[in-house]
Every structure is written in C-alpha cells, then in structure tokens.
C-alpha cells in the first residue's frame, strides 16, 4: 500500500511530492483496479493546481477583500480579521482518509453491508475546502457598558454578517451551495439558511462552534468555503479544547472503527485506515520536505504548507474607537 508518509524524507519541495505520491497512486489503482485510490488521486490533482496555478487567489482575495470594506464601514466598532488558506497536504490527506473510514464506518453500522464505490467516491468528491478563509469578530471590551452581554452581542453581529455574505458575494461572481444538511440554522435569515452549517446551534462533541458556508468562485472555477466564528470561538478550536481533545477523540473514534470492521472485509476501509493511523503516528521533527522544520509536533516552522496550510491573506481591523464609547 502507497502512502504519503513514503515521500517524506527526501528533502522534496511539497508540489513534488504531491506528483510523485498522486501519479503512484494513480498508476496502483489502475494496475489494481482501484477506483477510489483513483479519486484519492484526482483530489490530490486538484492541489497541484492551486499550488502551481494560483494566478487567480490575487483576484479572488480582491474581491473578497469588497466585504471586509464593507464591514469596516458598516461596523467601524468591531475588531475583526480575515485569513485565507490553502489547505495543508497533511490536513488534506487526513481528511480523504478520515471521510473513506467515517462514511465506510457508518454505513456499515447502520446497513449491515459496506457502501459502493461510487457511493465513496462521490464522498470524497465533496471535499470542498482546498481554499479557505475565515471571519473572525471580536466586540471591545471597552466598549461593553454596564449590564450588556458580550457574547450576546458578538452572536447577534455575527449572524447579521453571515445573512449579508452570500448576496454580496453573487453580486461579485461567488455562487452560495446549499449545505444538504437537514439541521438548519434558526438564525440565518430564510433565504440563505440553507447554505449555511451552523456549528454555534449545533456544536460538535468537543465544543467546536462556527458558521460554514461552500461557495463556487465562478470566475476561477474553483470551490472555496467561508467560516464565520467569534475570538472566542477561534480560540477554542485553535489552541482550545477543539483543537487538542478533539485530535484524542479522533484517535480513540478511529480505533473504535477498526474494532467494529474486521481486517481484510473491506479493502478501501483498511487502506484508509492505515493512511490515516500512519499520519497520526508522524514524527514532524523527523519529516526532511523542502521549507519546513519542526522541534517536534508543536514547535513547527512550516514555510510550505506542509502542515499548517498555505497562508493566501490576512487582513486585519482593529475598532477605530478604542477610546471611545460608540
């Protein structure tokens, strides 16, 4: 079984060893009649293309760029930040891998048979965050007076942000995906609430809170997806009990799985779930890729988008009245 731990210690620039690992895998699963490492591979594709065609991201974070204009008018009072990624090779295999194991997983509890391949192909097909940017909003705590609520009032800005979001950005080429998840958010005004995934109403096991809405940039052909969170929120799933718990859940989650699916019974399963238990395992001060160092798997200079993703643009708000009550 090829993995992507296999191209790690060459002193390789990242893009080389997305061709190397894409064009192997891909010549594998012809060889093996493999269609999912086949779509494993296309994925992968598609970051070679934003990483060596990435002409498009200066006009695309331009005109992402409108709404933060548009924000610093409207809320002059708020702190806030925009961020732009490209997602990590590491994160982005974890998620492939993570998506084959979940779906497998679950469709055999719930069926007592394993899915198709198209069924799994067509989930990892719906991978739509290879490029990212995130809305994050702080109310001053200077300008919180007596007797206010300073999540309350975050909440309330953060879901008449999301409501503008989507027209605004029809307006500038961007097309809104409905989410096709049936919990839909309460606060989310009517005509957009059926893009949007509300993590905040409906927070997941280890406290992560956001809003998530999928956008297809028409003039570059690309998916993106958009979040939406307070400090507060950020912090928690950054360097918070989201981040670190959840990667502990994830691991007992993902042993459980292997538990509960015999080895040998389904191929694509077991494939997956060595991919994934052997990025889990990584050694990051042992990794030699082009541009990245690590002491260990904390202390990480990553300067290619190893790890921690390629950074497309921060811009940066800080409330213009810090001294004053608004």
């Known amino acids: 079984m090829i993995s992507l731990n296999d191209y790690l210690y060459r002193g390789d620039t990242v ?17 093996n009649d493999n269609g999912i490492d086949l779509a494993h591979s296309n994925c992968l594709l598609q970051m070679i293309g934003l990483l060596e065609h990435n002409d498009f991201l200066t006009g695309q974070s331009q005109r992402i760029r409108e709404f933060y204009k548009y924000m610093a008018d409207r809320y002059p009072f708020l702190a806030f930040t925009f961020k732009g990624r490209i997602k990590s090779l590491i994160r982005l295999e974890e998620k492939i891998n993570g998506n084959i194991v979940e779906f497998i997983h679950d469709h055999y509890r719930k069926t007592g048979s394993y899915p198709s391949e198209a069924d799994i192909k067509d989930r990892i097909g719906r991978i ?4 990212a940017y995130r809305i994050v909003i702080s109310y ?22 999301a409501d503008a979001l989507p027209g605004f950005l029809e307006e500038r080429g961007f097309e809104p995906e409905a989410s096709g998840i049936k919990e839909q958010s309460s606060r989310i005004k009517e005509p957009y609430r059926a893009y949007y995934r509300d993590y905040i109403e409906n927070p997941n096991s280890f406290g992560y809170q956001s809003l998530h809405i999928s956008i297809y940039d028409n003039a570059s052909r690309s998916d993106i997806e958009m979040q939406i969170r307070t400090k507060e929120m950020d912090d928690i799933a950054e360097i918070g009990p989201a ?9 007992e989650e993902d042993r459980a799985r292997r538990e509960e699916i015999p080895l040998g019974e389904n191929h694509y399963f077991d494939d997956a779930y060595e991919r994934g238990m052997l990025l889990q395992k990584l050694d990051l001060s042992k990794v030699d890729v082009n541009m990245f160092g690590a002491m260990d798997n904390t202390m990480i200079n990553d300067g290619c988008g190893l790890y921690r993703g390629r950074l497309i643009l921060p811009y940066e708000h800080l409330s213009r009245f810090q001294n004053d009550l608004v």
């Open 128 to 131: 739509r965050d290879l490029i």
């Open 140 to 161: 001053p705590q200077c300008h919180i007076k007596p007797g206010d609520d300073k999540r309350k009032l975050e909440l309330d800005y953060l879901y008449e942000i």
């Open 243 to 251: 981040n670190h718990l959840g990667y502990e859940k994830r691991q």
């Open 15 to 31: 893009v080389k060893i997305l061709h190397n690992y894409s064009n192997d895998l891909k010549e594998s699963a012809i060889r």
